[in-house]
């Protein structure tokens, strides 16, 4: 089993991503710069460089150094409000970033290379379940900041036929390991289960529902959430794709169908036994209305067969971890 380089390794994807690496019998090496990331979040036998994307001679001597088989990218800002106010921030830590990490692969002769995507690349799509032929049409800086480093990505691979990738488009990640080792740690989280987990433990004093006139069901938001480490392991599938010889690609992740938003509220009353307060608001800017992939590509072409498809397990794996993380 060979060396994988998992930036953003301390983060909530990369630190789940690389347990299951791990398990797999991978030797992990995290680079990450402890931004967002926690040292704790690295669980032996995975190793922690702490770094910087920015910083071009240290990856550059440790890619030399460690001579890795594959590159697992997830080192990125995240936040999207963030990014319509400060856009530059976006386009240099991760499409700059990208770039030039991608450089640095091909350089050290690093053959595989997944990166981590977002369903933000969709913008508000027309057609739900989406596919990935659906048009890319983000609406906010971080969703094109995404777009352009999938680009970056394809032109290097057609330019470098030695350099492979998979591209994975995330819809929304929730869940913690169940064995409460690792989690979503973020403290400003703004993620809808995650804020219930916290409103349900007394955390925060409600929870709001932002928007109760969308054209669905019940009139709120409906979401793809997909358990982290059912993530996790196409992770470790994508590398084993790339490794088999098997052509590079793009990804949807999701289960295939959504939950409102309040099913998902009534999953964490029923799972903390807490009736937490909660208030009916309007639409948050940019939100819409349904989001939920079409996963066939990835259930057909990896044959990827998910574990955690049940939404109580996933509130449930969420909520213990927000009570660990309250002590
Ligand atoms: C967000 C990002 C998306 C990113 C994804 C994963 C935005 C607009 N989108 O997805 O780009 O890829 O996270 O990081 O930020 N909701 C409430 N009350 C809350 C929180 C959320 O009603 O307190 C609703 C939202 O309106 C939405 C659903 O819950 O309908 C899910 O929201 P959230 O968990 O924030 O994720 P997304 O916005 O879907």
Known sequence: MGKILVTGGAGYIGSHTSLALTQAGYEVIVYDNLSTGRVDAVLPPARLVVGDLKDRDKL????????????????ASIVVPESVENPLKYYLNNTSNTTSLIALAVKNNIPNFV?????AVYGMPEKVPVNEQSPLMPINPYGRSKVMSEWVIRDASFAHPDFNFIILRYFNVAGADPLGRIGQSTPDATH??????????????SLSIFGTDYPTPDGTGIRDYIHVVDLADVHVLALKFLEQGKPSGIYNCGYGHGYSVREIIDAVKKVSGVDF??????????????????????????NWKPKYDDIEEIVRTAYNWEKKLRG
């Open 60 to 75: 550059d001597k440790l890619m030399r150094e460690e001579k890795f088989q594959a590159i697992i990218h997830f080192a």
């Open 115 to 119: 990166f981590s995507s977002t369903a």
């Open 277 to 302: 307060k909660v208030i009916e608001t309007g639409r948050r800017p940019g939100d819409p209305a349904q989001l939920v992939a079409d996963p066939g590509k990835l259930l057909n072409e990896m």
């Open 192 to 205: 809808l289960i995650k804020v219930a987990c916290q409103a349900a433990l007394g955390l925060r004093e």
